[in-house]
């Protein structure tokens, strides 16, 4: 055995607990599962649905074990070479093929064809996940949705007279006018740290209109024309019509500097709804969804989908299905996403009153649904794509708000990283 792989291996022994489940003294079947992001905003809401289910499934027993989000695909990943994984894990598409790759999840297009939720997710989330696996076949439900938005100060707006923007042209003049640099007032925030290539994506493609990340022939759009000029136009706003804290700031500052009062408006997603509306109200807080550009199409880059994956080592499949389908039921889902603020998975909760009084949620929801909207989906089955737009780019890109590297360098050289990554991967899977 390898020296990578025993490390591997004793690290799994330490999650041995939260590993695969078996069979209590009572006769239940005991199953474990993962929660993806684990915390005081998810865990206790996990805790209430699996309360639910064990009163519905009484012969089942779930143990939950709730995982932090910037260390899950790790996790995971240990727990795969140990041979001590779940039997139910949170999962989002942007490393199911990781996951996939190495043989881990079982495929759940039978299941899902015998299921009362055939026919009852929603057909966008589905195909994304399919696109996200790498071979078409479903290894993960789809349980909610997360659009990027524009939140914006109502209060702000209002006082300025301003109607909240609907094309880049005026956000960014807008962001102009609501900057005032001597009460630290500024009227955007521009995300320079920890996650900022891929929102920065969603802003370009948004702005350009492109329909996807990759050509016929395995070459990136990113570097476009139209996507190097947006890039080049929010570039021009740091420092002037942001804080200069943003060539470093991630999601925590910058919730920070919208709720502190700072900015006007933030780029972020549904998920930023409990902390925002929490700290500020729903009456000094709206969102948008991201503007469209010269085209005037609706471009949107999905968030990664997040859902359920079934393990393949998991001895009690059967009773971990179960628990996918429970998850994934009307109530359960309407429940889930009403706590969370995400866009349900479930079609059959889109007429739940709580979906259609919040004003987020259901703005978003409108745009995956329309029919002119065009979703430019990331290539999240592509193994390169996340080291490339994280630890290879998002240095380069604090180059370009710091002025040291243009817009089009820097697009064109992620292009080149993109297509090259691609043109290899295609050329393996033949």
Known sequence: MSRATTIAVILACVLGLAGCGGGDADGKVTITFWDNNGGPGRTPV????????????????????????????????????????????GVTTSYLSDL????????????LAGSPLRDKLLPSLVDDVRQAGGDHKLYELPSSANLDVIWYRKDWFAQAGLQPPSTWDELLADAARLTDRSANRYGYTVRGGAGSVFQLLSEAYSYS?????????????????????????????????????????????????????SVAMMHHNLGSSGDLLKALGPDKVGAIPLPVGPSGKRTVVPNPTDGFAVFKASEHQDAAWKFVQFLLSKDSNSYWNQQVGQIPANTDVYADAWLRADQPVEMALGVLRAKDTVLATAPFA???FSPITKADSEPRYQKVLLGTLSANDFLHGLADELTAAERDWRSHKG
């Open 46 to 89: 996990f805790q209430h649905l699996i309360a639910e289910f064990e009163r519905a499934e009484p012969d089942i027993h779930v143990e939950y074990v709730g995982i932090p989000s910037s260390s899950v695909q790790q996790k995971y990943d240990t727990a795969i070479a140990g041979g001590a994984t779940p039997d139910v894990g």
């Open 100 to 111: 996939v790759g190495q043989d881990a999840l079982a495929p759940l297009d039978d299941r």
């Open 209 to 261: 209109g492109q329909p996807s990340f990759f050509g016929a022939d395995g070459t990136s759009t990113t570097a476009a024309p139209g996507n190097v000029d947006l890039v080049r136009r929010v570039a021009a706003l740091y420092g002037k019509a942001t804080p200069a804290a943003d060539v470093n700031n991630g999601y925590t500052q910058m919730v920070a500097e919208f709720t502190g009062g």
């Open 382 to 384: 592509l193994p390169r």
